[in-house]
């Protein structure tokens, strides 16, 4: 589920603190907390059900193989610490996707992609800083010369300072960088400031209309904030990681530098430039001096061109009928959510590590079924909390065996948690432009999986997947059990989830597939 408020979780995260208050009222009155099966929890095994010993019709030997406990071990390696919050891109979100591969490939599954692959791959752009090959040389008239690293000796304070950039100049000391600090003859130079802790953008700005080729500010004697490695690190970091943008956006804007350097090393530059010995703390060059030293920074970005290679996960399963089989019910989840932050992992448990296993549960029921009429996409997609990309990426240039054309999206997204009776779905009657028979086919069957207490999820119809797939003109549906406390928070972790729930939601949607595969899907 896309954060709307990408910008400022915490801010979202606050108000749900509502939702919180409901939650906690549903277990007051009685209904029992997400508890882990019990053998699992302790990571015991779990015994396997044969499948050929169920009695029943197809559709209940498949349903049997749903089960909590399965789900509960997938989601375990899903949602481990291990993958650190599967952000697009993250090498923890390949892995995830092999995982998803291996069990296609066991279960028999074709691969759903181009070029015989299960992985179909799309582009992003993405500009990491390569912060170790970020660097500073000063030269002195004297010859006394330093190399600085970025990220050590200094550090770049705005997510905009991205980008593959030399820039070489004189230093000329300008005070503390207010308006009147600029002289003339700072132009195209590098200008120097010290830093009383005011005014740090309003800084940056001032320089740059005074055109000078950048700026360095170090701390002041008396600088009493944060030391520069806490107040950038959070930056720095994301800088490293990148930003995740879909391709052909606006270009980017010219980066003006800005380094804010370690006083040590700032006093460094000063004594190159003639500080006395022993001068006192507070001593500075004159306003407007030329201070005798040339320094060339340079920075680059760690990927070619500033892209990246994205996958979704897609595993084919043919229909039986000669012409329905070209018809294509796409099944969805995302398999992404948004890594880490400093120490804090965003394991994502539910969001969507229950979508993402429950889909690897219908690909064993359907395993299990055997083919229906029509054909079965299940696509497990990334780049969701970057704003719905992966599915974007698919639903601009979807690729289908020969001859195949989608006919309906069933999407999956947060689907482990709150009232064990209820989920919300869209979209409802209310959203007219949107409505569709899957609605009615989702109503047939709820209670049969004990959803007695069915909710609007309109107001997330534009936050997920199925958004994406609907621009194909094709009917969706969207199931979902909720926000909570713990969305898009580090505390959204596997025990929490009840797995009986996530096991009941999909196989509604098994049953739901089943129901649709003889009848037309109309809008
Ligand atoms: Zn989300």
Same mark, same amino acid.
């Given at each position: 589920?896309?954060?709307?408020?990408?910008?400022?979780?915490?801010?979202?995260?606050?108000?749900?603190?509502?939702?919180?208050?409901?939650?906690?009222?549903?277990?007051?009155?009685?209904?029992?907390?997400?508890?882990?099966?019990?053998?699992?929890?302790?990571?015991?095994?779990?015994?396997?059900?044969?499948?050929?010993?169920?009695?029943?019709?197809?559709?209940?030997?498949?349903?049997?193989?749903?089960?909590?406990?399965?789900?509960?071990?997938?989601?375990?390696?899903?949602?481990?610490?291990?993958?650190?919050?599967?952000?697009?891109?993250?090498?923890?979100?390949?892995?995830?996707?092999?995982?998803?591969?291996?069990?296609?490939?066991?279960?028999g599954f074709q691969p759903g992609?181009?070029?015989?692959?299960?992985?179909?791959?799309?582009?992003?752009?993405?500009?990491?800083?390569?912060?170790?090959?970020?660097?500073?040389?000063?030269?002195?008239?004297?010859?006394?010369?330093?190399?600085?690293?970025?990220?050590?000796?200094?550090?770049?304070?705005?997510?905009?300072?991205?980008?593959?950039?030399?820039?070489?100049?004189?230093?000329?000391?300008?005070?503390?960088?207010?308006?009147?600090?600029?002289?003339?003859?700072?132009?195209?130079?590098?200008?120097?400031?010290?830093?009383? /802790?005011?005014?740090?953008?309003? !800084?940056?700005?001032? *320089?740059? +209309?005074? %055109?000078? =080729?950048? &700026?360095?500010?170090?701390?002041?004697?008396?600088?009493?904030?944060?030391?520069?490695?806490?107040?950038?690190?959070?930056?720095?970091?994301?800088?490293?990681?990148?930003?995740?943008?879909?391709?052909?956006?606006?270009?980017?804007?010219?980066?003006?530098?800005?380094?804010?350097?370690?006083?040590?090393?700032?006093?460094?530059?000063?004594?190159?430039?003639?500080?006395?010995?022993?001068?006192?703390?507070?001593?500075?060059?004159?306003?407007?001096?030329?201070? /005798?030293?040339?320094?060339?920074? !340079?920075?680059?970005? *760690?990927? +070619?061109? %500033?892209? =990246?290679? &994205?996958?979704?996960?897609c595993g084919f399963w043919p229909g039986k009928d000669p012409e329905r089989s070209k018809e294509v019910v796409i099944l969805?989840?995302?398999?992404?959510?948004?890594?880490?932050?400093?120490?804090?992992?965003?394991?994502?448990?539910?969001?969507?590590?229950?979508?993402?296993?429950?889909?690897?549960?219908l690909a064993?029921?359907l395993?299990?079924y055997g083919p229906l009429d029509r054909s079965v996409l299940l696509i497990?997609?990334?780049?969701?909390?970057? /704003?719905?990309?992966?599915?974007?990426?698919?639903?601009?240039?979807p690729w289908l065996p020969e001859g195949c054309k989608p006919v309906a999206n069933i999407?999956?997204?947060?689907?482990?948690?709150?009232?064990?009776?209820?989920?919300?779905?869209?979209?409802?009657?209310?959203?007219?432009?949107?409505?569709?028979?899957?609605?009615?086919?989702?109503?047939?069957?709820?209670?049969?999986?004990?959803?007695?207490?069915?909710?609007?999820?309109?107001?997330?119809?534009?936050?997920?997947?199925?958004?994406?797939?609907?621009?194909?003109?094709i009917?969706?549906?969207?199931?979902?059990?909720?926000?909570?406390?713990?969305?898009?928070?580090?505390?959204?972790?596997?025990?929490?989830?009840?797995?009986?729930?996530?096991?009941?939601?999909?196989?509604?949607?098994?049953?739901?597939l089943v129901?649709i595969d003889?009848?037309?899907i109309?809008?």
């Open positions: 589920m896309i954060d709307l408020l990408r910008t400022s979780r915490r801010t979202l995260a606050g108000a749900l603190v509502a939702g919180a208050v409901v939650y906690a009222a549903n277990f007051a009155a009685g209904q029992s907390p997400a508890v882990a099966p019990a053998a699992l929890a302790e990571g015991g095994a779990v015994t396997p059900v044969d499948v050929d010993e169920i009695v029943g019709t197809p559709l209940e030997r498949a349903l049997a193989t749903i089960r909590p406990e399965n789900i509960f071990a997938d989601l375990s390696f899903i949602a481990s610490d291990e993958m650190h919050g599967r952000d697009t891109p993250s090498p923890e979100l390949l892995i995830a996707a092999r995982y998803i591969r291996a069990r296609l490939q066991r279960l992609g181009p070029l015989g692959s299960y992985f179909y791959e799309y582009q992003l752009a993405h500009s990491p800083l390569a912060i170790d090959r970020c660097e500073a040389t000063w030269t002195a008239t004297d010859g006394t010369t330093a190399t600085l690293q970025a990220g050590r000796d200094y550090f770049f304070a705005s997510v905009g300072d991205a980008g593959d950039l030399v820039t070489s100049g004189d230093l000329v000391f300008c005070g503390y960088g207010r308006r009147a600090d600029f002289p003339d003859n700072a132009r195209g130079k590098w200008a120097l400031c010290v830093d009383n /802790g005011k005014g740090r953008g309003q !800084r940056s700005r001032t *320089a740059s +209309q005074a %055109g000078v =080729a950048g &700026l360095i500010t170090f701390p002041a004697h008396d600088y009493e904030g944060e030391s520069y490695t806490e107040r950038f690190g959070g930056v720095m970091s994301m800088l490293e990681r990148g930003r995740v943008s879909w391709p052909g956006g606006r270009e980017p804007r010219e980066i003006f530098p800005s380094l804010f350097m370690t006083r040590e090393r700032g006093l460094a530059l000063l004594d190159a430039a003639g500080r006395p010995p022993g001068a006192a703390e507070d001593w500075m060059p004159e306003q407007g001096a030329e201070l /005798g030293v040339n320094l060339e920074e !340079r920075r680059s970005l *760690a990927t +070619q061109g %500033g892209m =990246a290679t &994205l996958e979704n996960v969805s989840a995302h398999y992404d959510h948004v890594g880490v932050s400093g120490d804090d992992i965003y394991n994502g448990a539910d969001d969507n590590g229950t979508g993402t296993c429950g889909l690897l549960a064993e029921a395993a299990t497990w997609v990334s780049g969701e909390e970057k /704003g719905l990309l992966g599915s974007k990426a698919w639903a601009e240039n999407n999956i997204d947060m689907i482990g948690r709150n009232d064990p009776t209820q989920i919300l779905y869209t979209p409802t009657e209310k959203l007219e432009q949107y409505y569709n028979d899957l609605a009615q086919v989702l109503e047939r069957h709820a209670a049969s999986e004990g959803f007695t207490n069915l909710g609007s999820a309109d107001d997330y119809y534009h936050r997920s997947d199925q958004a994406s797939f609907e621009t194909l003109g009917p969706v549906m969207f199931l979902f059990a909720d926000v909570h406390e713990d969305y898009h928070q580090p505390s959204d972790t596997v025990e929490k989830i009840d797995t009986d729930k996530v096991a009941r939601v999909t196989r509604l949607v098994l049953r739901m129901d003889d009848e037309a109309e809008r």
